[in-house]
């Protein structure tokens, strides 16, 4: 009986010769230039993966992921995907998935020295800091949890608006456009949170502007 490691390689097996007796061209194909209109930020949560929940095949979603989706400017991993995203991958469209039931979010809502992790988590706190009104509003707590990881989507999504190659790329190309959704664990329902990103950066895009332009990344369809 295999154990868990080396079923992995099993499943690779199986899994080529499938790909391999549906399409005999598929890795031919597959190791073709990739040409993906999805960016992806998630969580590094092993239960949500993003081509899953998406229903996406290999190719069409470039995908990176950290704790709790973050998008921190002073990381140069998740900058530097973003920009190659944008820049050399001409994506459309910019997700950034949170998911209910986020360890990270939950870490960052609770008063305990976590060591390293602290100042990855204090920019979730920092989130909670931004909206402490609303969500101190909120008697129940797991609605609060809920809404603290959708804020936390939204501000992650300003984030990524607040960079140069985005706004470069929006203003000449009018893509790619951003958008927050939050995979629910529970259901296994994937929401679109419509976030109203004119409204939001309405009164504070001038602080952000890198280009002297107007631009919005505004949901379309």
């Known amino acids: 009986m295999l154990n868990s490691y080396d079923q ?73 995907v973003i920009q190659y995203a944008v820049e050399h991958l001409k994506v459309k469209h910019i997700v950034v998935c949170g998911h209910y039931n ?24 920092d989130v909670y800091r931004l909206h402490q009104a609303e969500l101190d509003a909120i008697e129940d707590e797991h609605r609060k949890y809920d809404r603290l990881v959708e804020l936390n989507v939204q501000e992650q999504c300003i984030n990524v608006i607040k960079m140069a190659c985005v706004q470069e790329r929006y203003i000449t190309d009018h893509f790619p456009l951003v958008h927050g959704w939050v995979f629910d664990l ?26 002297n332009s107007d631009w919005v990344m505004s949901h379309k369809k």
Request: net charge negative; hydrophobic share 40%; proline share 4%.
């Open 8 to 80: 992995i390689f099993e499943n690779n097996r199986k899994w080529m010769e499938d790909k391999i007796a549906n399409n005999p061209e598929f890795f031919k194909n597959l190791a073709t230039t990739q040409t993906p209109e999805y960016l992806y930020i998630g969580c590094s949560d092993s239960r949500a993966t993003a081509e899953e929940l998406m229903g996406a095949k290999p190719g069409e979603v470039f995908v990176t992921r950290n704790i709790a989706n973050v998008v921190n400017t002073l990381d140069m991993s998740s900058t530097a």
């Open 102 to 125: 986020c360890g990270g979010v939950k870490a960052a809502m609770t008063p305990q020295d976590l060591g390293l992790l602290n100042p990855w988590l204090r920019n979730i706190r």
């Open 186 to 211: 529970r259901s296994g329902k994937l929401i679109d949170l419509n976030i109203d990103f004119e409204n939001i950066l309405k009164d504070i895009q001038k602080i952000y502007d890198l280009t």
